[in-house]
């Protein structure tokens, strides 16, 4: 087995022991990517020379004060994640030479845990889209079929670790954007609670959604990296001051009398009929390790994605106002005085979809139809809620499918924004009700197409869906395959 | 015909709000773009949500504070590192025309 | 036809607190060009506010302080629009849910008082600064003010003409600089002021359209300012004109009002809850706190004076026209053995009078003073007792603030005690007399002027020290005597 393909807890173990060492790993990660990057096209930017360096480094501590949580452990950063002193595109032109003299918290607690990074991985523009084809830098492809989308928005995270080009990432997740390509990659991924992870550093989209996770092999590496990357962070002011668990303490107990919510309205006409039998076995493996299964109701869900597609779009039209050529980022030669520069800056610094997100965001807080769009959209959010706390009053966690279908072949929905936004339709609740949720791989289509289940709880319960999910992942028996590249 | 939620204009309008602007075919493929998108917000309208507050936040918070202690600035060469153009430690700009 | 001005008025302060709103950096005025800067005030990806605690005492003590109801709740939004000194493209402001509103101040006026209603107070983040250059095409911006912690006062439109304005501008400058949270500084913007300007027909209800004036930068201007406007809009509507809706600019030195080039779109600065804060609530506990530390306010301490001091309204008004001078008379007072009147009454004299002179002109205030108030105190007790005459008194207080010593230490040293032996004082006058027969005989042939020549020469034989009332009377009696 190469040293690329294992997990975080499998890792820590060899270098506990001193069968390997951090430098090792880091060289193996790397080998790797010399490999396979051509083809996968996982990253933006690749920091192979600070990683070693922080590998060498990782090997001195090891021996002198021991192992920490991820001490020389190699993880990929989605490139939305600021990183002191190296850039931050964020998939887009207009930060194509971005360097924040600041760390997102996230980063901060990962080097605070002996992370070494190996780069940042690519995504789509501003993290708008489900398929990572509207990043500036190019698309990534899924390491399972060279010729389909990773999902996305953080699809480089994903494929990196499908591919085994680092051990675990981080990705963002607004409407899906983390659960969605590790269902599509086949690994696992989870959104946190909002307020759960810090957002300080996180380049925003849509602020009152936007969630940091970990992508990860298997659910203990959930674990271990949400151990590190969860807690209060005074930085932000959403951030919620509640105690964090140690999440490993989850792994191993069972879900023997556990109710289980199937809600009716995710298991409808144009889901995957290889989709929809995967996600049906989970129901039988769960039942299986003694959980009951109940049918409940989330009757707003089909009002989700226009919510989700008025909020998002409105409160990014407004975080995106920064980039305007005059502090950082690109600027237009081309504009003579101060408007002109503006307007030229931004129609060739933004690609269309995020200039498509824009418009609709701009139009629905514009004067005349706040009320008609952003305020009634906001008012059926607090009914898509409640929906999800009346279901959680009759059950433990909520199972559906992560996505309607697998990975889609490049191109196939580029033309058709609706048809896109699509592919986010079982994702989209979650943030706008702010809850967890964890795509764990449930098998594969007869393509050899990886398949994930979504696991949901309440707020703050990521606990909850780690136990879930481990207990799960336990009787599944899911045949462990790996990408052929 | 499928009824105009957003007309050339409109979209030219917003645009100018936006700081955006659009080539003559580019405008037409977003203005039918986003009238498909903006039929699509409708289905909102069979939603009744009479007295339903707005929810603006995903959770339920309050009163977050900083207390009113002085931290340390960036060094100026590095709030002004990452500028298009700078001059005396100012950013620059191009002449705003009022 | 009858007009009547109908006024409102926007006041912009910013607060005296030691960091920004919404981060750590200093808001301190007057650094060089974006030195006072962070990745949060610069508005860089992904950076965060999190609101300074004190901006939310500030504005409750302003609400207190001008009768506002607190609200339990209120939340910020944004207001989005693009400008180069604007970082993030939106301004953290409050929209749908102020903190405060429905207050009320008193304003002192010719003809009595007057109450002018506060729609609102809110908190909001101030905007940066952009310099134009006068040879090159291109602007500069400073966003070391960016983040300045700012309150908007809005009043009610009961404001009635162009002294009013300045009348209610003067209480609520006084008020946020006795609360001790603006400076006040209107030539360093610290203290700015927008007026909503309409005519109304006189005796009717509905108002007339309104233009709104921006850039006056001292009490002086907006005065000018609302009469130009005033007349402007009047000769406008007599002329069978309409007013239009627009931002007319103050021209301080052409002295008129101009619209700014109304090229300016409607606005639509698509105001929504700002998701990256979370809503302030404040509860009656934390008002409770807030209303105990309160001052006593401009009005209050005025008429306490009047009452208690019996000193006039004219007095108490300099007094009590900033809280360091007002601090400084009752230490003063409070330095006296007993309090009485004629003393409450020479403190105010002395302090309104030269030692005020001596601080403006070297552009301190009372904080500042080399003089304490005992001093002052002292000083008018050894007039009082006879010690030193008035006159003596105006070089010793020059002493004092030039040295710093008491005026007992400035006396002995110069040996300026005060000549009242009558029997030495005669012998004086005599001799003088003796020295100058001509104009003795001058005053005695009814030449009154001459007798202030004696006076003179009394005290030039003296140095100064005798007692002007004794050397009067002593003068008087000896002039007159052979006669």
Redesign the interface.
């Known amino acids: 087995m190469e040293l690329y393909s294992l997990t975080i807890h499998e890792l820590l173990d060899k270098l506990r022991t001193g069968e390997t060492s951090s430098v090792e790993i880091t060289a193996s990660v790397f080998g790797r990517i010399d490999a396979v990057e051509k083809d996968v096209r996982a990253y933006i930017t690749l920091m192979r020379e600070t990683a070693l360096a922080e590998a060498a480094r990782a090997d001195l501590a090891i021996r002198k004060d021991g192992i920490g949580a991820l001490t020389g452990i190699p993880i990929a950063l989605k490139d939305i994640c600021c990183t002191n002193g190296v850039r931050t595109t964020c998939g887009s032109r207009i930060l194509q030479n971005f360097i924040p003299p600041y760390d997102a918290t996230v980063v901060e607690r990962l080097r605070a845990a002996g992370a070494v990074f190996t780069g940042k991985t690519n995504m789509d523009e501003f993290a708008m889209g489900s398929s990572t084809e509207t990043s500036f830098f190019g698309a990534t492809r899924n390491p399972w079929d060279l010729t389909r989308i990773p999902g996305g928005s953080s699809g480089g995270s994903a494929a990196a670790v499908a591919a085994g080009e680092c051990i675990a990432a981080l990705g963002s997740d607004t409407g899906g954007s983390i659960r969605q390509p590790a269902a599509l990659c086949g690994v696992v991924g989870m959104k946190p609670t909002y307020g759960r992870v810090s957002r300080f550093g996180l380049v925003a989209f849509a602020s009152s959604l936007d969630q940091i996770g970990p992508f990860t092999k298997d659910v203990e590496d959930c674990a271990i990296l949400m151990n590190v990357i969860a807690g209060y962070d005074p930085r932000e002011s959403t951030s919620v001051p509640e105690e964090v668990p140690d999440y490993r303490r989850f792994l191993a107990r069972g879900i023997e009398g556990w109710t289980v919510g199937i809600p009716k309205e995710y298991f409808i006409a144009g889901i995957d009929p290889e989709v929809e039998a995967a996600v049906r076995q989970t129901i039988r493996v769960v039942e299986g390790a003694g959980a009951k299964c109940i049918e409940v109701s989330l009757p707003h869900t089909e009002y989700c994605l226009a919510v989700y597609y008025i909020v998002a779009p409105a409160e990014a039209c407004s975080n995106l106002a920064r980039y305007d050529g005059v502090k950082y980022g690109f600027r237009s030669e081309e504009g003579r005085d101060l408007m002109e520069m503006y307007k030229k800056t931004r129609a060739a610094g933004f690609g269309a979809e995020v200039k498509r997100r824009i418009m609709i965001g701009t139009y629905a807080l514009s004067s005349g139809y706040y009320d008609a769009y952003y305020k009634k959209a906001s008012q059926v959010r607090a009914l898509i809620k409640r929906d999800f706390d009346l279901a959680f009053a009759k059950c433990d966690v909520i199972l559906t499918p992560t996505t309607p279908t697998p990975a889609f072949r490049i191109g196939e929905k580029t033309d058709d924004p609706m048809q896109m936004y699509l592919s986010d339709i079982f994702t989209i609740s979650t943030n706008l009700a702010g809850i967890p949720g964890i795509s764990v791989p449930c098998g594969f289509t007869a393509a050899g197409l990886p398949v994930g289940v979504q696991f949901l709880a309440g707020h703050f319960q990521e606990g909850r869906l780690i136990q879930f999910a481990s207990a799960y992942e336990k009787q599944a028996h899911i045949e462990k395959r790996r990408p052929t590249l | 015909m499928e009824k105009i939620k957003i007309s050339q204009d409109e979209v030219t309008h917003v645009a100018h709000l936006a700081r955006l602007e659009f080539g003559e075919e580019e405008k037409e493929k977003f203005t039918s773009q986003l009238n498909d998108i903006l039929r699509y917000m409708d289905k909102l309208g069979e939603v009744d949500t009479t007295g339903v507050e707005p929810m603006t936040h995903a959770i339920v918070q309050k009163n977050a504070f900083r207390m009113d202690v002085v931290g340390e600035s960036l060094p100026p060469d590095l709030s002004l590192a990452n500028a298009p153009e700078s001059r005396g430690g100012c950013f620059q700009v191009p002449k705003v025309i009022e | 036809m009858e007009f009547e001005p109908v006024i409102g008025l926007e006041i912009h302060a910013q607060l005296l607190?030691?960091?920004k709103i919404f981060?750590?950096?200093?808001s301190k005025f007057g650094a060089?060009?974006?030195?006072?800067?962070?990745?949060v005030c610069?508005?860089?990806?992904?950076?965060?506010?999190?609101?300074?605690?004190?901006?939310?005492e500030f504005m409750m003590k302003m609400a207190l302080a001008t009768h506002c109801v607190i609200n339990r709740?209120c939340n910020f939004a944004?207001k989005?629009y693009?400008y180069?000194d604007l970082?993030?493209?939106?301004q953290i402001s409050q929209y749908a849910h102020p903190p405060a509103e429905h207050g009320w101040v008193e304003v002192e006026l010719d003809g009595g008082k007057k109450r002018i209603g506060i729609t609102r107070i809110h908190m909001e983040e101030d905007a940066g600064k952009?310099?134009?250059?006068e040879h090159?095409?291109?602007?500069?911006?400073?966003?070391n003010r960016t983040g300045v912690p700012l309150i908007e006062i809005v009043s009610e439109p009961d404001i009635r003409s162009a002294e009013e304005a300045a009348a209610y501008l003067r209480c609520l400058h006084e008020i946020l600089v006795y609360l001790e949270i603006c400076d006040g500084n209107m030539e360093e913007g610290s203290f700015r002021c927008d007026a909503n300007v309409s005519l109304r027909q006189r005796g009717t209800e509905p108002f007339g359209i309104r233009a709104e004036l921006k850039n006056m930068n001292s009490f002086r201007n907006v005065q000018r300012a609302l009469e130009y406007e005033i007349k402007r809009q009047q000769y406008v509507l007599e002329g069978g004109g309409q007013v239009v809706q627009e931002t007319r600019l103050w021209d301080d030195t052409a002295g008129v009002t101009h619209s700014?080039?109304s090229k300016e779109?409607a606005h639509?600065y698509?105001?929504?809850?700002d998701?990256?804060?979370?809503?302030?609530?404040i509860d009656n506990a934390w008002i409770e706190e807030i209303r105990k530390e309160q001052p006593e306010l401009p009005l209050e301490k005025r008429e306490r004076f009047m009452r208690e001091y019996q000193i006039p309204a004219y007095d108490a008004g300099v007094l009590t026209a900033t809280p360091a001078t007002a601090s400084f008379y009752e230490a003063t007072v409070a330095s006296f053995p007993t309090i009485n009147p004629k003393a409450a009454k020479a403190a105010s004299n002395w302090i309104t009078g030269d030692l005020m002179k001596m601080l403006n002109e070297d552009k301190k205030d009372f904080t500042a003073s080399p003089i304490p108030p005992r001093a002052i105190a002292e000083l008018i007790q050894i007039i009082d007792d006879g010690t030193i005459s008035g006159k003596m008194a105006k070089d010793v207080v020059e002493e004092m603030y030039k040295s710093g010593k008491p005026p007992g230490e400035i006396v002995k040293e110069k040996g300026l005690v005060q000549i009242t032996d009558e029997g030495a004082l005669t012998k004086t006058v005599a001799g003088i007399l003796e020295k100058n027969p001509e104009q003795v005989a001058q005053y005695r042939a009814g030449k009154e002027k001459v007798f202030g020549f004696f006076i003179g020469q009394v005290m030039k034989a003296t140095g100064g020290k005798a007692n002007p009332q004794l050397i009067n009377d002593l003068l008087k009696k000896m002039l007159a005597g052979d006669r």
Not at chain 3, 42 to 56: A, I, Q, S, T
């Open positions: 607190t030691d960091a981060c750590g950096c200093s060089a060009p974006n030195t006072h800067t962070c990745p610069l508005g860089m990806p992904g950076v965060l506010p999190v609101l300074n605690r004190k901006v939310v709740e944004r989005n693009f180069p970082p993030k493209g939106y952009l310099m134009h250059d090159n095409p291109a602007s500069y911006v400073d966003l700014m080039r779109e639509d698509r105001y929504f809850p998701p990256d804060l979370v809503p302030v609530v």
